[in-house]
């Protein structure tokens, strides 16, 4: 995951916009948020195919998330997208927390399956904190603004490296039985 999330900057940083940065959130994101599920699954049991499903689930969630640069640019155009003033919606601390807590909701009513939450969580934060690499973190409006750059090696990984091992728990509080989660 790491050696992953490395090749990306290496490799897909310096290609021009256009092509990089789909690069980028396609591997950077997508496949990361894939993968600390499939690691968080393996650390409870043999891997199923639905937590292969779970997997691409989160890494859609993740990539999807991206969606709010076209929104926020009115645009479908990469360029609008990627020259926005401010960080968009989706990308905000407040953004994060809100959907994560309604999910929550969702779930404890039996509206969604009761993982939904983590899944959210992992995707979202995930991609929030690997953006806030070369941005920092916005908390929320304009007005809120954004912290510093969350340096990468002495947080970023470190933080990275301990997801599986507490979404690997957050699953097991859910269901200690794991074999039985719904889809």
């Known amino acids: ?15 021009p916009q256009s092509i990089g940065v789909p690069l980028d959130t396609v591997v950077g994101h997508g496949v990361v948020a894939g993968l600390q599920w499939l690691l968080a699954s393996r650390l409870n049991q043999h891997l199923t195919s639905q937590d ?9 969630v993740s990539l999807g998330m991206d969606v709010d640069h076209f929104i926020a ?9 990627l020259n926005l003033q401010t960080r968009p919606f989706a990308h905000t601390v407040a ?4 959907v994560v807590f309604f999910v929550y909701l969702a779930a404890s009513k039996g509206l969604l399956p009761a993982y939904t939450p983590l899944l959210v969580a992992t995707a979202f934060g995930g991609h929030q904190l ?9 908390w929320g409006p304009a007005a809120l603004g954004s912290s ?6 002495t947080v970023y990984l470190p933080i990275m490296a301990l997801v599986p ?7 097991s509080l859910i269901n200690p039985n794991r074999h039985q989660l719904p889809i």
């Open 1 to 15: 995951m790491f050696v992953l999330d490395s090749c990306c900057r290496t490799f897909f940083e310096p290609l």
């Open 73 to 81: 640019g009115g645009s479908l155009s990469m360029k609008a997208a």
């Open 148 to 153: 510093p750059l969350t340096p990468y090696y």
């Open 95 to 98: 953004f994060l927390v809100t």
């Open 52 to 60: 292969w499903v779970l997997a691409c689930l989160c890494s859609l």
């Open 130 to 138: 690997r953006d806030s690499t070369k941005r920092g973190f916005t």
């Open 165 to 171: 091992l507490l979404l690997s728990r957050g699953m």
